[in-house]
């Protein structure tokens, strides 16, 4: 007994001294690799000039820019992260009382610049251009993106979740700045003025964090003025400068903004043979509440077809996600629409929920919202604020309620760049209707969220424990989620657990899947090459798991994905991924969705294997392109696919896109086959920054749908369009019309 117990004690001791080293050793890796992001950050003085010093005209002629502080020896992101960019690139910042002034000199390798059309909000990602990043609260999870390209193209940007992730930049957000740009032999030049009001900020602020960062698509070259390393994004906000201002910035005088608009519509559905010609008319209004807080008010917000969604292909059992495109929802969107699931499966609020609902035959229509206001922004350096409520009117012909929506959200940072938030959703009957189920007069959904992003944002995660709450159920109804990313500079690793509990209701926001446990598993590996066509290239594997626990614990799903990647240095990306899955099917299911076609059996499980092989060339090329194909099992049949994007420029005027996917679905007797073709071919034609048209075909033999949209676009003034838009839609089989509406709607932003 002794000796067993010293053994034990020996062993003990030996694991707690090896434990002690793999925690050392840990540690120093962590710090090795932590290190690489730590150096010092690079600074810019920000001089203080009289009104009126500067002029806009792309030339950096007068004497304060020439005796401003300047920003240069900008680091390489891509192809190389180790190394001074090729050409420079250089930027002054100037300030006075109300504005913010931007000058910019690029070194290039000739006048051959690249840039895919006149349009404002560009993608960054096709196009020279140089971008600053002006991270106003010093919080790294919130910036204000302005780029230019050097045609004087703007494009302007709110950026969240510390600028990575999934999607961090909101490209519908809009301001009124001045940018004009001079193109020279081996060199442009950029002059910019941004009103203060367009930004938040902290009165009496002695200092905002900054980046500034270029694409050079004549060298195939991304570079920084604060380093970025390239396993993580260039646009993080972990890793920006220090911008400096000769004195404390005053508080800012933002003129409230009224955006009226006027929408006049005729339109015709041929399968039930009616006509509408309507007119409407409503409008926005923004109103600042010092520094650092938004009021937005709309009364008979118009959700028009100016702007149409995307068609897709879908082979799965699950509802799609598709963006928010309306513009009253967009400021501060991170607020309202970032808690819940990290990968997006599970948000308690969708705004797109909002203005939609189901008539009596369950298709989704148009539900007109009478008015709504949202408050956001931040209360102070630590705390921000989001409140968002809409009212929808009532439609008893097709037995919709009056429905109250709402959702309040907090904020706080935590440590350098996470947050914990937390939430109140809640959608409410307004009135007593005979055809509502009482299980539908409420739904609300409750929570908290924790954001992990560490400063070098090598950690990152989120933590989430949400509860819904209904009409008699009130019981269990739990969501929740703990996700982590481990990222240092070679490799990538991801754990990922989720429930959704069967009986969580969320109706204000967008969950796929419930009764589930998902648990995930990913790692990758890059190696970096020193020379050669390659920049950046390795493995990777991932395990997804998904059971039913009210089921005894029955496996739903799992995907087991060995992949490679490789990045060259023209930016061009090939990927090759090989999945085994397997899906037990609770009910029949039919992937062809063929009207009378016997499901594939339910109450089973089915294995199967598929490969995927993705090629993306060099977008800076006048003629771009993607090619994807994917072949192997499927269920208990078989199931082949190819897609491309083929992209043609005639710069700057024109850009020509062809997008197709063929997909074929092969099953045994008695069930149905399908072949599925998506076509939708697009010209988007800039007359000049003022004057645009556009024309977008989509062609679906899956939905038996053909749409045309056409939409002439004229800014008239800053932020103040007029639009004509033409839609026609026609079934495919037999190419009969469905319906068709043409619209001329005019908005106008007004300063008071």
């Known amino acids: 007994m002794h000796r067993d117990k010293s053994h034990s004690s020996e062993l003990l001791l030996n694991n707690t001294m090896s434990m002690k080293k793999s925690i050392y050793l840990l540690a120093f890796i962590i710090l090795s690799v932590s290190a690489y992001s730590q150096e010092k950050a690079p600074n810019i ?23 401003s502080d300047s920003g240069n020896e900008f680091w390489q992101f891509f192809p190389s992260d180790t190394t001074r960019s090729v050409n420079p690139t250089e930027f002054r910042l100037l300030y006075d009382e109300h504005t913010i002034y931007i000058g910019v000199v690029a070194g290039v390798k000739s006048n051959n ?20 990043m002006f991270d106003t609260y010093k919080d790294g999870t919130t910036a204000f993106l302005f780029g230019m390209t050097p045609f004087g193209v703007q494009r302007e940007v709110f950026v969240s979740g510390g600028g990575s992730g999934s999607n961090p930049f909101n490209i519908t957000w809009d301001q009124k700045w001045q940018l004009e740009s001079t193109m020279y032999d081996d060199y ?51 890793f920006m400068g220090e911008m400096n201002f000769e004195k404390p910035l005053e508080k800012s005088r933002t003129p409230v903004a009224i955006i009226p608009y006027v929408n006049a519509l005729t339109s015709k559905d041929f399968t039930s043979d009616t ?69 997006g499966s599970a948000n308690p609020f969708f705004s797109r929920r909002i203005g939609l609902a189901r008539d009596t035959t369950g298709n989704l229509i148009e539900n007109r919202i009478i008015g709504g206001l949202r408050l956001s922004g931040k209360l102070n350096d630590n705390w921000r604020l989001g409140f968002l409520n809409m009212q929808t009117t009532e439609d008893l012909d097709n037995k919709i309620a009056s429905n109250n929506n709402l959702m309040f959200a907090m904020q706080r940072k935590m440590f350098s760049r996470s947050s914990l938030g937390f939430f109140a959703v809640n959608r409410q009957t307004f009135g007593d209707y005979s055809f509502l189920d009482p299980q539908n ?63 969580f209701r969320a109706d204000l926001g967008f969950v796929t899947r419930k009764g589930v446990l998902k648990n995930g598993n990913g790692f990758s590996y890059n190696f970096y090459p020193k020379s050669g066509k390659i920049s950046l290239h390795g493995p990777g594997a991932m395990a997804l798991y998904y059971w039913r626990p009210e089921m005894d614990w029955e496996k739903e799903d799992h995907t087991y994905s060995l992949y490679y990647n490789i990045n060259f240095t023209n930016q061009a990306t090939f ?80 850009l020509l896109n062809l997008t197709a996917r063929y997909d074929a679905i092969r099953l045994p007797k008695p069930h149905a086959n399908a072949d599925f073709w998506l076509v939708t071919p697009e010209v988007d034609i800039t007359f000049s920054k003022s004057l645009f048209w556009s024309t977008l075909v989509q062609y679906s033999n899956q939905r038996d749908n053909l749409g045309i949209n056409s939409k002439l676009q004229w800014r008239f003034a800053p932020l103040s369009d007029l639009y004509l838009v033409y839609n026609d839609n026609y079934f495919t089989k037999d190419f009969g019309p469905k319906f068709r509406s043409i619209n001329l709607k005019v908005t106008y932003w007004l300063n008071i």
């Open 575 to 654: 990927r090759a991924d090989f999945r085994n899955n397997y899906t037990f099917l609770t009910y029949g299911f039919d992937p062809t969705r063929t009207p009378g076609a016997v499901p594939i059996p339910g109450n089973q499980g089915y294995t199967y294997n598929n490969v995927m092989l993705n090629y993306t060339s060099n977008p800076g090329k006048v003629f771009s392109f993607t090619m994807q194909a994917t072949g192997g099992q499927f269920f208990n049949g078989e199931s082949y696919g190819a897609s491309t994007v083929l992209s043609y420029r005639i710069q700057p005027w024109a």
């Open 275 to 343: 006509k509408e010609n309507k007119f409407t008319f409503g409008g926005d209004a923004k109103i600042a509440i010092g520094n650092s807080m938004n009021l937005d008010i709309t009364v008979n917000p118009d959700f028009s077809t100016v702007e149409v969604d995307e068609i897709f292909t879908n082979l799965t059992r699950f509802e799609m996600f598709l963006p928010e495109k309306r513009q009253f929802f967009i400021d501060n969107n991170d607020l309202f629409g970032s808690y819940g699931d990290a990968y």
């Open 441 to 503: 007069e409420y739904n609300r959904v409750i929570g908290i969220d924790y954001n992990l992003a560490s400063a070098d944002n090598n950690w990152t995660g989120k933590f989430y424990l949400h509860k819904s709450l209904q009409p008699d159920d009130t019981k269990g109804n739990y969501s929740w989620q703990t996700t982590v990313t481990w990222q240092p500079r070679k490799f990538r690793y991801i754990l990922d657990f989720q429930y959704v509990d069967d009986d």
């Open 113 to 132: 610049y690249v840039v895919s059309s006149l349009r404002r909000d560009f993608s960054g990602t096709g196009n020279d251009n140089v971008t600053l």
């Open 188 to 238: 442009y030049v950029l002059e910019a003025a941004i009103p203060l009001s367009s930004v938040k900020f902290n009165e009496g602020a002695t200092s905002w964090r900054v980046q500034c960062y270029r694409w050079d698509m004549q060298t195939n070259e991304q570079s920084a003025w604060a380093r970025v390393p390239q396993n993580q994004m260039l646009s993080s906000l972990a």
């Open 45 to 67: 003085g920000v001089k203080f000039i009289g009104n009126g010093t500067i002029k806009i005209d792309g030339k950096l002629d007068e004497e304060a820019w020439k005796s």
